[in-house]
């Protein structure tokens, strides 16, 4: 069942919300030793929440619109009271005391947190191999990565563990495990979701939104989940009319561009065909396909590669064995911080502090941060002109499908290069989504990435539901 048929089923008393609970949780039960998606499963907190849902539609009383839908939260989500690990050592034994706005808001509307899912450390990864937990597993495949840095998350979803979840995404975290586990994966509009309670990476990029297997669940959650929030400065403080209200509007007349830059050199063939199968779907409904150009596009992994390591190195730098989580112990204040940085930071997150306060040093700080801010202002302003004749543009969302576990770690750059087509979009602060369009020719699933303008949620989604409809 979908979340919005669970919500319904709920809401009606057709389904208790304790019946869709017990039902995810022995799904974990059985699946989760070998997948690895959760770093902790709350049943005990589950259940008491699902018999609250249950006593308020006894009662006739309204419990959401998402009432009684199983939900998995990646692991740098703060949960008050709940461990919150980022998948990292250095936090260790802390429990946030307040939720993030999103979790608030899930909860208000009914859906039900069924545990915390693993993720590369501070999100810093394409395959949730760099979590000091060890790696999640592709449902679709054990011996394959879910991508990364919410595989966690991806895999929750795609294993029937939860039917939806929450990732972030800040290079393309949500839409490229998405796109390996064949699950709908949304990146909303930079300031759409708020990031209170999201555990920073690289402010200027993060951003939080949803996995589910339906493009009318992901749809319901954005819906939740949108809005302004006093306690996030970058939230935007207009409301979205609801994205759920045009979801069926189609895509007749509509002007969709396929992104050169994104998907020509460097795409697995069989990855081509599909985006060429999506958009003849998009065709054959109506939409006016022509090709388009974003030249500056091909210089967004450099630029992310040295914009999100600078805010990293920044954020990061509050884990001092001071406030929170780990401390080692040391004779005196600086050699407890080194300390306790060394044994509680992975190796990437330790390449990522380096390369970002190197970046921001005196005398490189114009060579490197300076201009790669400046290529994100080209980056922009391309897109800006490419939104003149484009309602939407299309392109693959991973390069290829789900890689094995081990095959890039010991390349760091291997890695990096998963992230080609989806950095782009962080940087302008647009929204794109990753919709599962059939598989590759190893039978793995691939994505096809629908990107719109700030604020053109309600168009994109229209563009993923007719791909889905397609399938059918
Ligand atoms: N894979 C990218 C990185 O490692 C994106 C991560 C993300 O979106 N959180 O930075």
Redesign the pocket.
């Known amino acids: 069942m979908s979340a919005v048929e669970i919500a319904a089923a709920v809401r009606s008393g057709q389904q208790s919300a304790r019946s869709a609970v017990e039902e995810c949780l022995s799904v974990i039960e059985e699946g989760d030793a070998e997948v690895h998606a959760f770093n902790l499963v709350t049943a005990a907190q589950a259940r008491t929440r699902a018999d609250e849902i249950d006593a308020a539609v006894a009662d006739g009383r309204d419990p959401g619109p998402l009432a009684g839908v199983p939900v998995a939260l990646k692991d740098n989500l703060c949960t008050r009271g709940v461990p919150t690990t980022c998948s990292s050592r250095i936090l260790e034994g802390w429990e946030p005391p307040y939720d993030a706005t999103v979790v608030e808001k899930l909860h208000n509307a009914g859906a039900i947190v069924v545990g915390k899912t693993n993720m590369d450390e501070f999100?810093?990864?394409?395959s949730t191999e760099n979590s000091a937990f060890g790696p999640t597993r592709n449902p679709c495949d054990p011996n394959r990565v879910p991508g990364?840095?919410s595989g966690g998350s991806a895999a929750a979803v795609a294993a029937g563990f939860a039917s939806i979840a929450l990732g972030?995404?800040?290079?393309?975290?949500i839409r490229q495990p998405a796109a390996l586990c064949g699950v709908v994966g949304v990146k909303p509009t930079y300031g759409l979701v708020s990031r209170f309670g999201l555990v920073a990476?690289a402010s200027s990029l993060d951003q939080i939104g949803p996995f589910t297997t339906t493009v009318a669940d992901s749809a319901a959650v954005l819906d939740v989940i949108s809005g302004p929030d006093h306690r996030d400065s970058t939230s935007i403080r207009d409301s979205l009319p609801p994205v759920t209200d045009t979801l069926d509007d189609g895509v007749d007349g509509l002007r969709v561009g396929v992104l050169a830059e994104l998907s020509g050199d460097g795409i697995a063939p069989d990855v081509s065909a599909r985006l060429r199968a999506a958009i003849d779907a998009l065709e054959s409904a109506g939409a006016r396909v022509a090709e388009a150009s974003v030249p500056a596009a091909v210089f967004g992994l450099s630029a992310y590669y040295l914009i999100?390591p600078a805010e990293a190195s920044s954020n990061l730098a509050r884990y001092d064995g001071v406030r929170y989580g780990l401390r080692m112990d040391a004779s005196n204040t600086p050699d407890m911080n080194t300390a306790t940085r060394s044994a509680g930071f992975g190796d990437e997150v330790k390449r990522r502090i380096m390369i970002g306060t190197y970046a921001l040093s005196a005398g490189y700080y114009d060579a490197y941060y300076g201009k790669a801010q400046k290529v994100r202002t080209l980056i922009i302003n391309d897109f800006a002109s490419v939104w003149e004749q484009f309602d939407l543009l299309v392109s693959p969302t991973s390069p290829t499908t789900a890689f094995s576990l081990g095959e890039r770690t010991a390349d760091p750059m291997a890695m990096y290069m998963?992230?080609v087509c989806t950095v782009p979009v962080n940087l302008t602060g647009q929204t794109a989504m990753s919709v599962p369009y059939g598989v590759g020719d190893d039978g793995l699933p691939v994505g096809v990435q629908v990107m719109a303008p700030a604020l053109g949620e309600s168009v994109m989604f229209r563009a993923a539901a007719v791909l889905e409809a397609s399938l059918r």
Do not use: P
């Not at 972030?168 to 975290?173: A, K, R, V, Y």
């Open positions: 999100a810093m990864g394409s990364g840095s972030s995404d800040t290079g393309g975290s990476f999100a998963s992230d």
